[in-house]
């Protein structure tokens, strides 16, 4: 199915696979509202991404804010709304981890895994289901992880933030399925971005070359979001070569 003239909602689009995706859906033709804390990460990629927009016909807004407060939702889909008049795509991908034996980790790293990964998602969509419901389509992907649907040492907190989005996505899909609604979930393993880095990984670590790649995951994306309207993958569970299932 070709994206070209959709509109979609990318959560964590500053970098990593974020931007990535981004990226990908723009030179598709898809307009892209790219939401992310750093405003400066927005800027440079609407930058680096006007030719491509210029020759797919395309848009990208770029909507700093805080993906886990109501309000940064709710502008996103005013701003959906004014310009574009509809919703297609809504990839939540923004998250945050932090490793360590439970003993280490504290209530504020509760609180900000669980705002960042899991109260971002649920906001989103359920700002995104009314304008999805009212016409009758719409695809929200979850980048969730491989600690999603295996329990991982050092991940307690991270895994439960997780795991609540891969269950929240199979739940909606029994509820939003008959508006013709698709609901997927994206867990793949290690990703050699900056994620988590000072949280748990160390930048040069030597085996972060044997991670995925953001690319990696946005092609995962795109073989989901491109797949017939007949057609759904509810979870796609990818790992590196280097690490067991």
């Known amino acids: 199915m070709t994206l070209k003239g959709k509109v979609a909602i990318v959560t964590g689009a500053g ?141 307690t907190i991270y895994c439960a933030t997780k795991f609540a989005q891969v269950g929240f996505a199979q739940a909606l899909d029994h509820e939003v399925r008959s508006y013709g609604i698709k609901v997927s979930s994206v867990c793949p393993g290690g990703i050699n971005t900056n994620f988590a880095m000072g949280t748990g990984r160390t930048l040069n670590d030597p085996a972060l070359d044997d991670f995925l790649d953001a690319e990696d995951v946005v092609k995962a994306i795109l073989f989901i979001l491109e797949q017939s309207p007949k057609s759904r993958i509810i979870e796609l569970f990818m790992r590196p070569i280097s690490e067991p299932i």
């Open 15 to 155: 970098k990593g696979v974020g931007r990535e995706l981004s990226k990908r859906l723009l030179s598709q033709g898809v307009s892209v509202i790219g939401v992310s804390r750093n405003e400066e990460d927005l800027h440079d990629l609407n930058l680096e991404t006007k030719i491509i927009q210029n020759s797919a016909e395309s848009t990208f807004i770029a909507l700093s804010g805080d993906v886990s407060v109501v309000e940064t939702a709710e502008k996103a889909i005013h701003i959906a709304k004014e310009r574009f008049g509809k919703v297609d795509i809504l990839v939540n991908n923004a998250g945050v981890g932090r490793y360590g034996p439970l003993d280490d980790l504290s209530i504020e790293d509760y609180d900000v895994m669980m705002n960042s990964n899991m109260r971002s998602t649920f906001l989103f969509t359920k700002a995104v289901l009314p304008f999805m419901k009212k016409n009758k389509y719409g695809h929200i992907v979850n980048v969730a992880s491989v600690a999603g649907k295996k329990g991982l040492p050092n991940e």
